[in-house]
């Protein structure tokens, strides 16, 4: 009567009673089921199978409430000067709050003993935060060496002392503004900073 029970958990009792148990039918599925099947016998050993699932069932709950608390957080992009299409990264703070707590929830998750049923599923998870995590922290010194330099190599007298330079400059700037453009145009944050490739695209942009 565990409402945790899932599929899994079944499997490890029907090969701990070394049989199936025909529960397809709710109306057959009763009392006298189980006292031909003689679960008496294996009472200790199922109740650490409904132990876990109970637990586990916690641990996938809070798994979805950080899954969740991303699913609608969106970047702050400020219009960048007057130039047209052109944003910068604003008001971090609760997102870089929201990223701390995700990951110790996630540290409290990969620490129970109990992960091991739903360890794919965090996993994932954790490695798609941690991605974000080197990808906002790449985004954010990329984009304050940028609008550093910007106000530099805009200037025409610039660009003729130090062309080699600027074609350097030119080809970053034309890779943050795409960066920028595409996280607009995708919206979600944590989807736009878990992209295959862009971890690569701004360690190579800041280099």
Not at 93 to 115: K, P
């Given at each position: ?17 070394g049989q199936p148990v025909p529960r397809e039918n709710p109306e057959e ?26 637990q586990e069932q916690i641990l996938e709950q809070m798994l979805q409430k ?142």
């Amino acid at each position: 009567r565990n409402d945790a029970l899932i599929d899994r958990h079944w499997t490890k009792i029907e090969d701990v009673i070394g049989q199936p148990v025909p529960r397809e039918n709710p109306e057959e599925f009763t009392f006298q089921t189980l006292i031909d099947l003689k679960v008496m016998l294996f009472k200790d050993q199922l109740a650490v199978i409904s132990t876990e699932a109970t637990q586990e069932q916690i641990l996938e709950q809070m798994l979805q409430k950080v899954a969740d608390s991303w699913a609608e957080t969106e970047f702050v992009l400020n219009p960048y000067k007057d130039q047209k299409d052109v944003y910068a990264l604003g008001g971090i703070d609760d997102i870089t709050v929201q990223l701390e707590d995700s990951l110790v929830t996630m540290g409290t998750i990969t620490a129970s003993r109990f992960v091991g049923g739903i360890r794919d599923k965090v996993e994932v998870l954790e490695q798609g935060l941690n991605l974000f995590s080197e990808n906002l922290d790449e985004a954010l010194a990329l984009q304050r060496n940028w609008m550093y330099l910007e106000s530099i190599f805009c200037a025409q007298d610039i660009q003729r002392q130090l062309p080699a330079e600027s074609k350097q400059f030119f080809d970053v700037d034309s890779t943050w503004k795409a960066v920028i453009k595409t996280l607009k145009d995708t919206g979600n944050a944590f989807k736009s900073f878990t992209q295959p490739g862009l971890l690569e695209t701004l360690q190579k942009s800041g280099a």
